[in-house]
Structure formats: structure tokens, C-alpha cells
T-cell receptor
């Protein structure tokens, strides 16, 4: 059975801090790992990672995948209160598409002013 | 605005009621999904529709009945629900069934009394 474990489950930091969110996984026939940000209700897509060691970057957010050690990290630098959200990690099984997505429980990040 | 609209935003129903959740996507996608999100649990896939055809039913109880009249609209009909069905119900769409990149609606927060 595919498995995704995110840590920490919750995190409180001050504005301006840098945070690192972790996602480890076990999946049969790995295809990709995805990060989503869930503010209020609707998760929104952040990154899709398929290759090991290649960093994806968008502004202050970046993510990298280690396919050998079966984990990914999501980094947020110079955090702002608008970064407060639940960050979801999901892994996709080859041939599964969204049918083959397994989500983690999420990391609830709170940025204090 | 993610291009996926869900109504209603909130719903309170008794165990003997019948209600329906509605989802509409304006992205020209071919696949649509229903997910259930309960507190402290990962997102659970309920149903998948690809080109209006149901391709996945993850052992969901028959008190949940999906309907997909066309590629842009998706419904979830609810009847004789149980209190443990209280959760956030999220609709999502993707370009095709083989894409793990999902676009989510804002969800319906359902409370069953």
C-alpha cells in the first residue's frame, strides 16, 4: 500500500523565518511527487517533481526530490503571514494519474507577525 | 478563483435528508473527481469521471451517488448519511485522467446531525 508521511504535522514560526517541510514516501512505480498549498479550503498546486536532485523554484518557495532516499522537502524563505496554510504532499503512481495519487496528512504552518 | 466552483459552501443536514453537492469547472478539463477530507486524515479519493464515464469508485457507501452529465459538471447526491460522513467534500478536475496535477474547488463543508 502506498504511503506518504509528512512532518512536522504543525509548525509555528515568526515572520521572516525560513521553514523546511518534509515528505517521505513509499510507492510502487513512482511517477511524480506533488506539493499543494491549502489556504482556507481549496488546495492549489505548487510543484510537481519527477527527477531526483533538480530543484523547482517559485519566488520564495523551492522544492527538491531525493528518489534514492524517498523524500522531498519544501523550503519557504523569508516567510510572510500569507504563507500560513496547510501544505499537502502527494505521490503519484506510474499509470495512475490522479487515481494513483496518495496524499499525506499535511503540515499546518502558522506564520506569526 | 481556481476555475472550479462548488456549491453550496456549507451544508447541514439530518440523517434522513436528501441533498446534492454541485461542482462546475471552467477549465476545459476532461476528468473530474470527488475527494473527502476529514479532520486529521489525508484526502480520500471517492469517485473519478473521465469524459463523463465513471472510472473509479473507491468502495464508497451507496448513500453517496455521483452524477456527471457532461465534462464540466459533477454532482454528489447524498441520502441517509451518518454523522461520520461530516467532512469537507472537495471537487477537482484535471486535463486528463493520467494527470496528477489537480485543480480543486473550495469545497462543501458538510455537517450531518
Amino acid at each position: 500500500e502506498d504511503k506518504v508521511v509528512q512532518s512536522p504535522l504543525s509548525l509555528v514560526v515568526h515572520e521572516g523565518d525560513t521553514v523546511t517541510l518534509n515528505c517521505s514516501y513509499e510507492v510502487t512505480n513512482f511517477r511524480s511527487l506533488l506539493w499543494y498549498k491549502q489556504e482556507k479550503k481549496a488546495p492549489t498546486f505548487l510543484f510537481m517533481l519527477t527527477s531526483s536532485g533538480i530543484e523547482k523554484k517559485s519566488g520564495r518557495l523551492s522544492s527538491i526530490l531525493d528518489k534514492k532516499e524517498l523524500f522531498s522537502i519544501l523550503n519557504i524563505t523569508a516567510t510572510q503571514t500569507g504563507d500560513s496554510a496547510v501544505y499537502l504532499c502527494a505521490v503519484e503512481r506510474s499509470g495512475g494519474g490522479a487515481d494513483g495519487l496518495t496524499f499525506g496528512k499535511g503540515t499546518h504552518l502558522i506564520i506569526q507577525p | 478563483e481556481t476555475g472550479v466552483t462548488q456549491t453550496p459552501r456549507h451544508l447541514v443536514m439530518g440523517m434522513t435528508n436528501k441533498k446534492s453537492l454541485k461542482c462546475e469547472q471552467h477549465l476545459g478539463h476532461n476528468a473530474m473527481y470527488w475527494y473527502k477530507q476529514s479532520a486529521k486524515k489525508p484526502l480520500e479519493l471517492m469517485f473519478v469521471y473521465n469524459f463523463k464515464e465513471q472510472t473509479e469508485n473507491n468502495s464508497v457507501p451507496s448513500r453517496f451517488s455521483p452524477e456527471c452529465p457532461n465534462s464540466s459538471h459533477l454532482f454528489l447526491h447524498l441520502h441517509t448519511l451518518q454523522p461520520e460522513d461530516s467532512a469537507l467534500y472537495l471537487c477537482a478536475s484535471s486535463q486528463g485522467r493520467d494527470s496528477g496535477k489537480l485543480f480543486f474547488g473550495s469545497g462543501t463543508q458538510l455537517s450531518v446531525l
